[in-house]
């Protein structure tokens, strides 16, 4: 199954729009964001196959179906490889227009992968690539829906800049790191870890959280009792659209509360019990001592309780 993490745009004023795409495919609520994506390791290859002698460490790849648009001859790639804790490595790819961008990320990467370091102690050396991409390129290579602006797609990130509009290095920032979690969960968790857990903590640690996660979350609940985590364990792609938004708000919640309630070393053991393959419910209970669905009965409990005092956060 194909496996992706997407991050839309929310323009000022407007909702939120959200769409099902193919596989598990993961949204969230980014706070006034410009458009920034990411995409699979084959289409990566595809577009850099002229310079991938260059990189050291280069992984073979399972072929993938893309269509791929030739960069301008006029802004030939810069590839810069890093080398972080742990053994990972990370190679940024991008036009030499934004060679001054790509290298102002190489501190959100090392701060973003050091702060998980001591969060969860080693971490697996796993090795990945982030490339800024010419917004129009991107979308013409995807096919990607226009309101997302951030993709994690078989371990490779990719986020498409505007040749027209000046950087958000603010929001290029948050990006980076919401979809730089999600690689760093997958070495984790050798890619089992549950959907919610996996956008929830992606959304948490991005930064801080936008003022309308918990306001399409209480509309969802004033109706309908929480989303079921059975349906939040891969992808969004079969909920119901008015959904989407509750399903992405809740995952965030629930994170909190996982978090809060049993800590990172908890955490850091259902990770470390997913990554060896032991089930997800299983592991659920060995590492916070409480069965999945008590967790889940406990959680909807809360959720109804806080959607009924309106206005209190």
Known sequence: MTEVAVRTSRRQGKP????ARNGMFR???????????????????????????????AETVTEERAR????????????????LANGSKLTL???????????????????THDHFTRLFSDIPAFSTSIRLMDEEEFFELTGAPKWTNAMFFRGQIILPLAKSKAIDIENLNRSVKHEY??????????????????EGLAQWFEGEESPGLRAALRDWLKNNDPVPLDLLQGGFTKL???????????????????????????????LMLLRDGVDKDTAFESAFNIPLKDFEQQLGRALKRWAAKEGEE
């Open 68 to 83: 791929y648009v030739q960069p301008d001859a006029s802004s030939p790639l810069r590839f810069t490889p890093i080398n």
């Open 240 to 270: 119901k659209a008015e959904m989407v938004p509750a399903a992405y708000a809740q995952s965030l919640l629930a994170t909190r509360i996982v978090a809060e309630k049993y800590g990172f070393p908890s955490m850091s053991v259902y």
């Open 181 to 198: 979690t999600h690689a760093i969960l997958s070495a984790l968790s050798a890619g089992n870890l549950p959907g919610w857990l996996d």
């Open 27 to 57: 949204t969230s609520f980014p706070q006034k964001v410009t458009p920034h994506f990411l995409t699979s390791l084959t289409a990566l290859v595809v577009a850099c196959a002229p310079h991938l002698a260059d990189i050291a460490y």
């Open 93 to 111: 790819i991008s036009p030499t227009r934004w060679s001054e961008t790509a290298s102002s990320l190489i501190a959100v990467l090392n701060t």
């Open 16 to 19: 939120v729009n959200f769409e």
